[in-house]
């Protein structure tokens, strides 16, 4: 018996978990991270190039993969049902129709934090992206709006009582 559990014992240590892997994409050369668009929890940013401005710099937080927040990004690039949604989203589009051009956006993740934390109150995702426009060197060429300074963080509402779902 002493074998029997050991060998099982050794054959539940021994397997060989996928590794979780940092990118999904189907064609890995058109990723918009390089192979880590999965991440979570991460200020971003999008750098936007055109042939008639200087270089616009867009910075935002997203608590969910970097990937499903830029399929909503693209959506709203391609749909003008949402070219509201951001500032980002307004400028591609005034860039679109006042003069003719696509301009060539260029992602990267600038660093990971924690969302928000019903322990100590606070979220650090949102501290982070408030810090990061406040201190950007460049600010006339941020397209981030001033009013996003003062606006409270949307990751708390997932910790509220009206969110709770008796069902579960």
Do not use: M
């Amino acid at each position: 018996i002493h074998q029997i559990i050991s060998s099982h014992n050794k054959n539940i240590i021994s397997t060989n978990e996928d590794p979780v892997s940092d990118c999904n994409c189907r064609n890995k050369t058109n990723c918009p991270l390089n192979g880590n668009c999965k991440q979570e929890s991460v200020l971003y940013k999008c750098t936007v190039a055109t042939n008639s401005e200087p270089i616009k710099v867009y910075l935002v937080v997203t608590e969910g993969e970097f990937k499903d927040r830029f399929y909503k990004h693209q959506s709203s690039f391609n749909n003008k049902t949402y070219a509201n949604s951001t500032s980002l989203s307004k400028y591609i589009w005034e860039r679109k129709e006042k003069f003719n051009e696509t301009p060539t956006l260029k992602w990267e993740i600038v660093k990971s934090f924690p969302a928000y934390s019903n322990k100590t109150k606070t979220c650090s995702l949102c501290l982070q992206e408030k810090l990061a426009i406040i201190t950007y060197p460049d600010q006339q060429n941020l397209l981030n709006k001033r009013n996003e300074l003062i606006s409270k963080c949307r990751y708390e509402n997932k910790f509220l009582l009206k969110t709770f779902n008796t069902n579960d």
